[in-house]
């Protein structure tokens, strides 16, 4: 399984894009990129998903680079609501698990 | 709604007294699974279920027991709760495999004294 690494905290204020790296240079062909987000202790939350193409939702932006060894979740437009945990997972779509490392805290400052 | 339901959300109980904390989602979800949240180790997976009396073992089993007579309930059961199981558990569920979008429940907290 490849391995994720994020850096711990970011901070963003309210309104501005926020940008979230994660490196994975050891991606396999079939392996995707998820992105999750924890609230406080909720259960986390599905964000996006994505192979190689950039992906779009109503949540977010997912950003792939073209050797797949990184990638980037964009929050357009950050909220205080969007203060989480916010997790990188690359898995194939068989797995049994979701691997969670520690995330990055990313805090939105009003 | 679609929905992860989980009770009890929070539960002291003592050393030894059997639980259950159970789990139902309303979406005919397949595959289902338990997680449990440690500070510093993250989210680790107890178990999960592909189908219906299809169970098998995540990466911490111990301690734990499950089961999948229906397709909507998938219970967690803690036959002899011990302090080392206190932690916040999240049961999931989704469509397909880990692979496919996961929806978590609100989570239950235990504390076993």
């Known amino acids: 399984d490849a391995k994720t690494t994020q850096p711990p905290s970011m901070d963003c204020a309210e309104g501005r894009a926020a940008n979230l790296p994660c490196n994975h240079s050891t991606i396999s062909g079939n392996e995707y990129v998820y992105w999750y987000r924890q609230i406080h202790s909720q259960g986390p939350q599905y964000i996006i998903h994505?192979?190689?193409n950039n992906e779009t939702n109503e949540m977010a932006s997912l950003i792939i680079t073209e050797d797949r060894k990184s990638s980037t979740l964009i929050l357009p437009h950050a909220t205080l609501r969007d203060t989480a945990v916010y997790y990188c997972i690359v898995r194939t779509p068989q797995a049994q698990k979701l691997v969670f490392g520690q995330g990055t805290r990313l805090t939105i400052n009003p | 709604e679609a929905q992860v339901t989980q009770n009890p959300r929070y539960l002291i109980t003592v050393t030894g007294k059997k639980l259950t904390v159970t789990c139902s989602q309303n979406?005919?979800?397949?595959?289902m699974s338990w997680y449990r949240q440690d500070p510093g180790l993250g989210l680790r997976q107890i178990y999960y279920s592909m189908n219906v009396e299809v169970t098998d073992k995540g990466d911490v089993p111990e301690g734990y027991k499950v089961s999948r007579k229906e397709k909507r309930n998938f219970p967690l059961i803690l036959e002899s709760p011990s302090p080392n199981q206190t932690s916040l558990y999240f049961c999931a569920s989704s469509l397909g495999p880990a692979g496919y979008e996961q929806y978590f429940g609100p989570g239950t907290r235990l504390t076993v004294t």
């Open positions: 979406m005919n979800h397949e595959y």
């Open positions: 994505g192979l190689k």
